[in-house]
Each structure stands twice: as structure tokens, then as C-alpha cells.
């Protein structure tokens, strides 16, 4: 709105009611008073503008509303929030807030940055089977988006980093679905089957926040991301390739915020590993039984990767393989270091004999 | 598909165990072949033939997307909403693709090297208000957020909204949060907050709390920021900020516009949600009123008249009066776009006076 515009509408201002009493005691709340911060070339950051207290997350949040870390409580607080999680070893990452500028610099879009018009016509099955595999990404990171969005108001107002992190998480979730939706139906092809939904269905039935994380940020992120990275095999066109390239760097954030979250979760208590191992057990068993039965799947990376069935069959393994590898590598990361020889038998079966 | 070449394929060596029958018979439509516009490759444009058929009701209850094959042994949750007009919104997508073009960064985005230092009382009426402002702000993403697990597939571009509206309202925390730490005040005093939005128990009560009217004050109030913005960064920050909360006010107020078309029956429902919000049933905050008193209202009369001596508080408070007829003059407008014209007579009387008169 201009100034003119805004001092216009001031003309037709209602007949004002006696002046209330100047009080200002909002004014004198003992707050910090922070240094004037130095903007550098990444411009005013969280970190820089969150100095001395205002970066300091309490172990435990105390207030049961939207009281912003470092503001002055209100003496009535009016409603208690529905939120579940004070505890900041339940949502916590040191890398949060540098993960949440990361993102926003690193936003890309898809409708105007893929470049649409380098994908040329293929043969048929190919496009099919690449369609196939685009629709499985496309519908699994709506289910990690759906759930995570439904997480956030479980979560308290102490810890402002993670509810921005996980906002940025939200949207490249959202631009993956989009653009691999678009991505198939731009060439010939169309959506495939969809996915027999096990894994998500545990995503779905998290009970806990770093259940979730487990799930999404470590076991699907890992199995994505290594997938965008051997993507060689299956991109086709400089738009495919900048698919697989944007997404893989959006993971990359997901999968440092899971391993950070979970190196703190187990840092702040060694007894909850157990936890942490029910949860890996139950999302490989669950993404095991999603790659066993998803035979459309299956059979369109054969088809995709290779140029006669059984080099297909070859580099499905061997891509299954690096996925595992990636996997097990993100949870080194996040301090499991046991994880090699746990692996349950099913998803093992379903990497060496895909 | 050529049925040769399916053929061809379990014949390989290697191939006795394909299946390929999702190749040979696909249940989903072929043959798309959707082509970048002038604003790119867009939801819109690949909303198309049987992939832009959005169903009034809908029996899937699992994973699947608008458009892709079914499964027989897909996992099913039970959970999903299953008819359009709970969620649908038919700006949507449009808003969706806006919102991916026009995002901006609170780092670098606005020129905090230009920040000029202010007298004291306005700094500190400015970073009061960016304490409310911070303080309320995501409460408007976490209110959608909660409904996105009841999104359906089928409708998948209401999901890809609200993560953009989650990520605009987490710069907006952000970005009022920087700013009441950037000149040296700090952030002062929270107040009750906007917690009670979160009370909505169905997306459509949650268009008319938080869309039609919570964020439809905040976006007047930005849209004004001109009045007591103090500087160039201020007003970069509210001219940004209003521009996002335009996109979500016209994503609720075309939901409410489709629940009004399609369920007329619920006019009087939506009427008592409208009741509450302005204050109307007692016993708890008047969300209406959230920008307009206590505190928050106070910083806005010192930075509108651009003091606190009694004349500069006799001129702010008569622009925040003025300020406060033009949100509940947008917010009538809205509701007689979405079809609540008749809310007029019974808009709490606190508003009403504020009223201009119908246009014919």
C-alpha cells in the first residue's frame, strides 16, 4: 500500500473515544537488552539475532502458550496450548537454525527452474517405468509432509528453531510431490500404482516425535537421497537431472537434522537407545515390506536402469545396496555404530535379492 | 503398450519373472504429455483430463494420489477426509505456485544495514508490537498443520498450500522476531497469545477463524504498516508480510466460498464460529480484537503518532481508529464475497459501529 493511499483512508477516520491512560508497563519487562547485531553477507541470521539469552533453549520449556523464548510471561496466559513436547532433547538439533537459513537460500521452484522443455520423447516402457518411480517419490513425501505438518502443534514455543526447520521441511517436501507429479505426466506417461503404504502407514502411526524422525529423516531420507544420487542410471533429460539434483539437496538438510536430532536424543539419554532400536526395527521391517511387494516398483527400475533386463536387475541391486550403505552410514552419524549386524532379515533380503 | 514388446521383455534372459501387467494394462491414464506455459509447469496445468476429474467424495482411504492406480492390498488408515468441500479451496492452486515464486528471506530480504537508530519510546513500541507479532504468528501454522494428516490424495493441492502457508507464517515468526532484536531493545512483554485458534475442530471452522478473520486482520494492519513503520526496513518487513497473508486469506475465503456454494445448510454453524471470533459468546479472548487492544494497541497508537506526548497519542490513536475500521470493513467484504452478507446485522456491535454503510 502507498503512503498516499494508507494517509487517505486517515480522512475517514471514526470519532475518537476518550484517550486511555498512557501506561507503558509492557515497557519496562526485564527482558535482554541484545548488542545491535553485525550483519554480515549472509545477511541478519537466527543465530546472529538470537545473542546471549535469546539462543539459550532451556532444557525444559515452562510455558504452557505461545510466550516467545525471551519475551516476558504474561501474569495470565489465557489458554494452555495443546502442545505435548517441553522437553528439548525430544525435538532438539544444534544445526536447526543454521539448517532453516540453509533452506530458505536454497529454495528452489519448480515450475519456472526445471527445465520442462529438455525432456524429449522416449520409448514407451521407459517413460512408463520412470513414471512409475517418480509417482512412488511423489507419494511418499506427501505422507513425510502430511504427518510432519500434524506434528507441529505438538510442539512448544521454547524451541523456535525446530518449528522453523521443520516449516521448511514441510515446503521442499511439497515441491517434491509436486514436481515429480509434474515430471509425470509431462512426457507421454502418467501416474503409476501406487505404493502398498506400509512404511507410511508407520509414519502415520508415530507415537512419538523422533519415531517420526527415525522414519523419515533417517530410514526414507537415506533411501531417497541415495537413490537421487545414483540417479545417473535413470535420469533421461536435464530436467530429470535437476529433479533428482534439487531433491537430493533438500534430503541432505533432512537427513542433518535427523542425525543431529538423534545424536542429541541419545546424547541427552544413553537409555533410550532402546527406544531408538524398536523404532529401527520396526521402520525396516516396514520399508522391507513395501520393496518386497511393490512389484510395479520394482519391475519399472529394472526396466529404467538398465539396457536388457538383467543389467537392470544388476543395478537395482546394487542401487538397493547403496541405499542400505547410506542408511547405515546416517545412523554412524547419529552415533549407531551397531547397526550393521542388526539389520533385520527382511529388508537385508530385500536389498541382496530385490 | 505394444503387446510384442511386453512380450519381448519376459522372454529375456532374466525376464521369466516379470510380471508387467501395471505395463501391459495400466489403470491409470497414459499419453499426457502436459507442456510448460508462460508461468512455467504449474499444478494448474497438469490438473488436466482424468488428473484434474477432483472427486466430491471419495472412498480412498489410503496413500494414493488424484490420478494413480489403485492398489487392492493398499494399507488404509481411516482417518482421511473424504469429501471435497471439507477442505477444497479453488484458489489453491494458484495460490500455491504465488506463494513458491514469492518467497523471500528474512536474512536477506530486507535491508537491516539501512536500520536507522529510533528515539527510545518508539523503539520499544516497536518491539512490542514484533513481540505480539512473533508471538502469534505461527500459531497460523500450526493451526492448518493439524489438519494436513485428514488431507486425501485426491486433493492433494490443499496439502501443498498449507506447507506454503506453514513456511510463510515461520518467516513471519522469524522475521518480527529479528527485528525486535536487531536496534538494541530486545523483545519485551508476551501477552495471552492467539492459542484459542487452535481450538477449531474442523477445517472449515478453521477458515472462518483463523483465514476470514485472524488473518484477515493481521492483513489489514500490514497493508497499513506505512502508518507506523519507522523506517525502510519496517515497511520492506510489512509490505512482505502482508503480501503472504493476502495468499491466505484468499485461500480461506474461497474455502468458505465453496462450503457456502456446495452446504448452504451450514450458514448458521459457521455464523456462531464468526460469533465467537468477535467476541460474541463471552468467556474467553475475541480473536477479533487481538491487534486491537491492551499492549499491542498501546505501541501502535505511540508508533502511529510517532510519540507519547498527549497529542501524538490523540493522533495515533485516531489512525489505529482508523485502522480498526478498515479491517472490519475488509473483513465485511470478505464475508460478502464468500456469500455471509447477512452477517452485517449481526456483527458484534463494537464492529458494526465501524461499519460503512452497503454498497448497492
Redesign the interface.
Known amino acids: 500500500?502507498?503512503?498516499t493511499e494508507?494517509?487517505e483512508?486517515?480522512t475517514?477516520?471514526?470519532q475518537?473515544p476518550p484517550?486511555?491512560p498512557?501506561?507503558?508497563?509492557?515497557?519496562k519487562?526485564p527482558?535482554?537488552?541484545?548488542?545491535?547485531?553485525k550483519?554480515g553477507e549472509?545477511?541478519?541470521?537466527?543465530r546472529l539475532?538470537?545473542?546471549g539469552s535469546?539462543g539459550w533453549a532451556p532444557d525444559h520449556w515452562p510455558y504452557e502458550?505461545?510466550?516467545?523464548r525471551?519475551?516476558?510471561?504474561?501474569a495470565?496466559?489465557?489458554?494452555?496450548?495443546?502442545y505435548t513436547i517441553y522437553e528439548k532433547a525430544e525435538v532438539w538439533a544444534d544445526n536447526a537454525a543454521d539448517l532453516?537459513?540453509l533452506a530458505?537460500?536454497e529454495?528452489w521452484?519448480?515450475?519456472?527452474?526445471?527445465a520442462?522443455?529438455s525432456i524429449e520423447a522416449l520409448p514407451?516402457?521407459i517413460e512408463?517405468?520412470l513414471d512409475?518411480i517418480f509417482?512412488n517419490i511423489?507419494?511418499q513425501q506427501?505422507?513425510s509432509?502430511?504427518?510432519l505438518?500434524?506434528?507441529?502443534?505438538q510442539i512448544s514455543?521454547g524451541y523456535?528453531e525446530v518449528?522453523?526447520y521443520l516449516?521448511?521441511q514441510?515446503?521442499d517436501?511439497?515441491?517434491h510431490?509436486?514436481a515429480f507429479?509434474?515430471r509425470a505426466?509431462?512426457?507421454?506417461?502418467?501416474?503409476?500404482?501406487?505404493?502398498?503404504?506400509?512404511f507410511?502407514?508407520a509414519v502415520?502411526a508415530s507415537f512419538k516425535f523422533t519415531e517420526l524422525i527415525v522414519y523419515t529423516n533417517i530410514i526414507r531420507a537415506s533411501f531417497l537421497l541415495a537413490l537421487c544420487e545414483q540417479s545417473d542410471k535413470l535420469a533421461r533429460s536435464k530436467a530429470d537431472r535437476q529433479l533428482f539434483e534439487n531433491t537430493a539437496n533438500d534430503l541432505r538438510r533432512h537427513l542433518a537434522y535427523g542425525i543431529e536430532h538423534l545424536k542429541y536424543y541419545l546424547q541427552t539419554g544413553p537409555q533410550r537407545r532402546a527406544q531408538v532400536k524398536n523404532w529401527l526395527d520396526r521402520g525396516e521391517v516396514m520399508m522391507a515390506a513395501d520393496l518386497q511387494?511393490d512389484?510395479?516398483l520394482r519391475?519399472?527400475f529394472?526396466?529404467a536402469l538398465g539396457d536388457?533386463?538383467?543389467q537392470g536387475?544388476e543395478r537395482l541391486r546394487a542401487l538397493r545396496q547403496a541405499q542400505l550403505e547410506k542408511y547405515l552410514l546416517t545412523l554412524e552419524a547419529a552415533t549407531i555404530y551397531d547397526r550393521r549386524p542388526l539389520v533385520q532379515h527382511r529388508l537385508q533380503e530385500a536389498v541382496e535379492a530385490p | 503398450m505394444k503387446p510384442e514388446l511386453i512380450e519381448q521383455l519376459r522372454k529375456e534372459t532374466a525376464g521369466e519373472d516379470l510380471d508387467l501387467s501395471w505395463l501391459e494394462a495400466p489403470a491409470a491414464q497414459r499419453g499426457l504429455r502436459v507442456a510448460p506455459g508462460k508461468r512455467g509447469l504449474t499444478v494448474e496445468d497438469i490438473a488436466t483430463e482424468s488428473y484434474g476429474d477432483i472427486p466430491q467424495q471419495t472412498r480412498n482411504q489410503t496413500g494414493r494420489m488424484r490420478g494413480a492406480a489403485p492398489r487392492s492390498d493398499a494399507q488404509s488408515t481411516q482417518k482421511i477426509w473424504g469429501s471435497k468441500a471439507a477442505v477444497w479451496s479453488e484458489s489453491a492452486m494458484l495460490l500455491y505456485e504465488e506463494a513458491v515464486q514469492r518467497q523471500w528471506s528474512s536474512a536477506t530480504d530486507i535491508p537491516w544495514h539501512e536500520m536507522p537508530e529510533l528515539p527510545e519510546e518508539l523503539e520499544l513500541a516497536m518491539s512490542q508490537l514484533c513481540t505480539f507479532l512473533t508471538q502469534v504468528e505461527f500459531i497460523a501454522g500450526d493451526v492448518p498443520g493439524q489438519y494436513a494428516p485428514n488431507v486425501s490424495g485426491e486433493y492433494f493441492e490443499i496439502g501443498l498450500f498449507l506447507a506454503s502457508q506453514i513456511m510463510d507464517e515461520a518467516r513471519h515468526l522469524d522475521v518480527f522476531r529479528k527485528r525486535a532484536l536487531a536496534n538494541g531493545i530486545g523483545l519485551l512483554s508476551a501477552g495471552p497469545g492467539a492459542v484459542g485458534l487452535l481450538t477449531a475442530q474442523d477445517f472449515t471452522e478453521m477458515a472462518s477463524t483463523l483465514h476470514l478473520v485472524g488473518e484477515g486482520f493481521v492483513q489489514s494492519m500490514f497493508r497499513m504498516g506505512e502508518l507506523f513503520a519507522q523506517s525502510e526496513v519496517d515497511k520492506r518487513m510489512f509490505r512482505l508480510a502482508a503480501q503472504d497473508e493476502s495468499r491466505h486469506v484468499a485461500f480461506g475465503v474461497m474455502h468458505m466460498k465453496y462450503v457456502m456454494d456446495t452446504q448452504p445448510e451450514r450458514r448458521d454453524e459457521i455464523h456462531t464460529y464468526l460469533d465467537r471470533m468477535e467476541g460474541q459468546i463471552g468467556g474467553g479472548s475475541a480473536q477479533a480484537g487481538l491487534t486491537g487492544g491492551g499492549p499491542t494497541a498501546e505501541a501502535l497508537a505511540i508508533l502511529l503518532g510517532g510519540g507519547t506526548s498527549e497529542s501524538q497519542l490523540r493522533e495515533g490513536y485516531g489512525k489505529l481508529l482508523a485502522i480498526r475500521k478498515r479491517q472490519v470493513n475488509e473483513y465485511m467484504h470478505r464475508l460478502e464475497v464468500v456469500g455471509l452478507g447477512d452477517r452485517r446485522q449481526r456483527m458484534a456491535p463494537m464492529m458494526q459501529m465501524l461499519l460503512d454503510p452497503p454498497r448497492n
Open positions: 500500500m502507498a503512503d494508507a494517509k483512508e486517515l475517514a477516520a471514526p475518537l484517550l486511555p498512557l501506561d507503558m508497563s509492557w515497557a519487562a527482558t535482554e537488552r541484545p548488542p545491535r547485531p550483519i549472509e545477511g541478519l541470521t537466527l539475532a538470537d545473542h535469546y502458550n505461545d510466550t516467545p525471551g519475551a516476558f510471561p504474561a495470565d496466559m489465557g489458554l494452555p496450548a495443546p532453516y537459513e530458505i537460500k529454495q521452484k519448480p515450475a519456472t527452474q526445471i520442462w522443455n514407451e516402457h512408463y517405468a512409475q509417482s511423489s507419494e506427501y505422507n509432509n502430511a504427518v505438518m500434524g506434528w507441529l502443534k514455543y523456535h518449528k522453523l516449516a521448511t514441510s515446503f517436501q511439497a515441491r510431490v509436486e507429479r509434474k505426466l509431462a512426457n507421454g506417461g502418467g501416474l503409476g500404482v501406487q505404493t502398498p503404504g506400509f507410511s502407514r502415520m511387494r512389484k510395479p519391475e519399472a529394472i526396466l536388457t533386463v538383467a536387475k
